[in-house]
């Protein structure tokens, strides 16, 4: 079931929760994965609205959508949320700073959630992924896309299969008894290099 969603609209983002419930009769997992980016700039280039942008986008609809997700997965006695940050809410980025400001939220967010949540059944859990090969990164020129792979101690970007997979991890009950994790998938940069 696919719902087109603005998820600056906070009617909209009820509405695709509701139907959800409707539909299946309860939430049992919710993937939040909005998110957009300023082009790289140090802060005082960027305008106001750089601002705004990222954090309506990357921070203010992650938290609607969970406030959303949360009432229904109360509803049903449990669940499990995973919100994509990335591994700029894990450390700065050169030229992210907004980008980044709302990704280290997200994490923070969602730790705070799963304090306040653990008791009743619910978790929650970010996915903090490094470079992946997405469409964008595929665009770039292999000038530009090599340092990217070589900071990687991997030696190579992530696939989007990769970042799937660990989100379907945390979302099972294999991860019955993880709440409050930031998981990067990242190829190692996050350990320190």
């Known amino acids: 079931m696919a719902i087109p969603t603005d998820i600056l609209d906070d009617t909209q983002v009820a509405r695709v929760v509701a139907r959800t419930v409707e539909a299946f009769g309860g939430l049992d997992v919710a993937f939040n ?6 082009l790289p700039a140090p802060l005082a280039d960027l305008t106001v609205q750089d601002f705004d942008d990222a954090i309506g986008i990357n921070l203010r ?5 969970m406030k959303f997700e949360l ?8 669940g499990s949320i995973v919100n994509m940050s990335s591994t700029a809410g ?11 400001a709302t990704k280290h939220a997200i ?3 969602t730790k705070s959630a799963a304090l306040d949540y653990a008791a009743k059944n619910i978790r929650l859990n970010v996915v903090a992924p490094g470079p992946i090969l997405t469409d964008r990164l595929r665009a770039l020129p292999v000038e530009r896309r090599a340092p990217i792979e070589r900071a990687v101690p ?21 991860a019955a008894f ?7 998938v990242d190829g ?6």
């Open 107 to 109: 994490i923070g967010a």
């Open 71 to 78: 009432g229904a997965m109360l509803a049903r006695g449990g």
């Open 61 to 65: 609809g992650i938290l609607v959508a």
């Open 90 to 100: 894990l450390q700065g980025v050169r030229g992210m700073s907004a980008y980044s």
């Open 178 to 184: 993880v709440t409050g994790a930031v998981l990067p």
């Open 154 to 174: 991997m030696g190579r970007v992530g696939l989007v299969e990769e970042v799937a997979s660990t989100v379907v991890y945390l979302a099972s009950d294999a």
């Open 33 to 38: 994965n909005a998110g957009s980016g300023h």
């Open 188 to 193: 190692g940069r996050a350990a320190g290099a």
